[in-house]
């Protein structure tokens, strides 16, 4: 069986969605699995074993070209069996309709009937979590998911790791903590600069390194992390964030002996690799997209006010982060790692 997979335009979605592929080697072995999505996304999914192929889709966010999207789907016409659409898109149902797919599978979205013929009712509340709403398409209607629920795990080649040290001019001399002080979604999903400063000045002091990880965007933040820390200390805390290919910030992150980050992208990348990982939620909530790993503690505030998903917080205030000290963070960081934390500061005697 040839399924072509529409996927998601998320890191995090990208992630979460190899639970899918998952299922449907689970139900059908020898099943070849194609994944169409943009080009950023090649690194995740070369990661993945049950992908055979990912397949350059090289419209941006919100670009509809429908010449394009013919042109693409007349080029994969009579390969495959089953489309499965990850988007609820109506223009993410065309390159299947084009290439015409037999089986063409999705939820309901955005008026797509005829585009797609196996259309799916999300019943939100049978299928809280996004993996729920991913696996269930590789079932048919109504069937029951398999149990326990597969986890995201992403496959790291030693010597695209090593390669990726060297570059950077990395040692693992010292216990690693990555930090992922970003969120593309916005600054209510963004724990404070100086809140992960004071997590990396107890760490380093406890005779860790800091690895800073992100996009470009988040660099300045990375630097403001690393200028709150006195000298001496400073030296031990890198900043990467934008200077990394999403290639060699997995391959990286995979060195990593402890993770925290915000809900995020690379969060769900950190839990791909089953890094110990403390994930810190703000304006989000961890009952729909949660890290899915073994080793994961959960801090929050949850505060009468979030969760809200809102990008911007409508009081001003971001208190759900801001309110949030170092200290859980810490102290997770500690039942994760498994070994005592030096002191924030030196005592004198």
Same mark, same amino acid.
């Given at each position: 069986?040839?399924?072509?997979?529409?996927?998601?335009?998320?890191?995090?979605?990208?992630?979460?969605?190899?639970?899918?592929?998952?299922?449907?080697?689970?139900?059908?072995?020898?099943?070849?699995?194609?994944?169409?999505?943009?080009?950023?996304?090649?690194?995740?999914?070369?990661?993945?074993?049950?992908?055979?192929?990912?397949?350059?889709?090289?419209?941006?966010?919100?670009?509809?070209?429908? =010449?394009?999207?013919?042109?693409? !789907?007349?080029? *994969? /016409?009579?390969? &495959?069996?089953?489309?499965? $659409?990850?988007?609820?898109? %109506?223009?993410?149902?065309?390159?299947?309709?084009?290439?015409?797919?037999?089986?063409?599978?999705?939820?309901?979205?955005?008026?797509?009937?005829?585009?797609?013929?196996?259309?799916?009712?999300?019943?939100?509340?049978?299928?809280?979590?996004?993996?729920?709403?991913?696996? =269930?398409?590789?079932?048919?209607? !109504?069937?029951? *998911? /398999?149990?326990? &629920?597969?986890?995201?795990? $992403?496959?790291?080649?030693? %010597?695209?790791?090593?390669?990726?040290?060297?570059?950077?001019?990395?040692?693992?001399?010292r216990p690693v903590l990555v930090l992922c002080p970003g969120a593309e979604f916005g600054e209510a999903k963004r724990w404070p600069a100086e809140h992960y400063a004071a997590v990396a000045d107890a760490k380093i002091r406890a005779g860790w390194q800091v690895w800073l990880f992100g996009s470009k965007n988040d660099h300045p933040v990375g630097e403001?992390?690393?200028?709150?820390?006195?000298?001496?200390?400073?030296?031990?805390?890198?900043?990467?964030?934008?200077?990394?290919?999403?290639?060699?910030?997995?391959?990286?992150?995979?060195?990593?002996?402890?993770?925290?980050?915000?809900?995020?992208?690379?969060?769900?990348?950190?839990?791909?690799?089953?890094?110990?990982?403390?994930?810190?939620?703000?304006?989000?909530?961890?009952?729909?997209?949660?890290?899915?790993?073994?080793?994961?503690?959960?801090?929050?505030?949850?505060?009468?006010?979030?969760?809200?998903?809102?990008?911007?917080?409508?009081?001003?205030?971001?208190?759900?982060?801001?309110?949030?000290?170092?200290?859980?963070?810490?102290?997770?960081?500690?039942?994760?790692?498994?070994?005592?934390?030096?002191?924030?500061?030196?005592?004198?005697?």
């Amino acid at each position: 069986m040839r399924i072509l997979i529409v996927g998601p335009s998320w890191v995090g979605d990208m992630v979460m969605a190899q639970t899918l592929f998952q299922c449907l080697k689970q139900r059908h072995a020898d099943c070849q699995i194609d994944v169409l999505a943009p080009d950023w996304s090649r690194p995740i999914l070369e990661r993945m074993p049950e992908v055979r192929r990912a397949l350059s889709f090289p419209f941006g966010h919100g670009v509809f070209d429908l =010449a394009g999207r013919r042109r693409i !789907g007349k080029s *994969l /016409a009579g390969q &495959y069996d089953q489309a499965i $659409l990850l988007p609820n898109s %109506l223009k993410s149902a065309l390159v299947p309709f084009f290439a015409g797919i037999p089986l063409r599978t999705g939820w309901r979205g955005e008026m797509r009937y005829g585009l797609l013929n196996d259309i799916r009712t999300l019943d939100k509340q049978r299928y809280p979590l996004m993996i729920e709403r991913f696996m =269930a398409l590789a079932y048919a209607p !109504g069937a029951a *998911l /398999a149990q326990p &629920y597969p986890r995201p795990r $992403l496959e790291i080649d030693p %010597l695209s790791r090593e390669k990726a040290l060297a570059k950077f001019g990395l040692s693992l001399d010292r216990p690693v903590l990555v930090l992922c002080p970003g969120a593309e979604f916005g600054e209510a999903k963004r724990w404070p600069a100086e809140h992960y400063a004071a997590v990396a000045d107890a760490k380093i002091r406890a005779g860790w390194q800091v690895w800073l990880f992100g996009s470009k965007n988040d660099h300045p933040v990375g630097e403001t992390i690393r200028e709150e820390l006195i000298p001496g200390l400073q030296e031990e805390a890198v900043n990467l964030a934008g200077e990394t290919s999403l290639a060699e910030a997995i391959d990286l992150m995979s060195c990593a002996d402890a993770v925290v980050s915000n809900d995020s992208g690379l969060m769900h990348v950190a839990a791909a690799l089953n890094r110990p990982l403390v994930a810190v939620y703000g304006s989000t909530s961890p009952q729909f997209t949660p890290p899915l790993a073994e080793q994961v503690e959960i801090v929050r505030l949850g505060l009468d006010c979030s969760p809200c998903f809102e990008r911007t917080c409508r009081f001003g205030h971001y208190n759900c982060l801001r309110d949030l000290q170092p200290q859980p963070v810490l102290d997770a960081l500690q039942r994760l790692a498994g070994e005592p934390l030096a002191d924030p500061l030196p005592q004198e005697h």
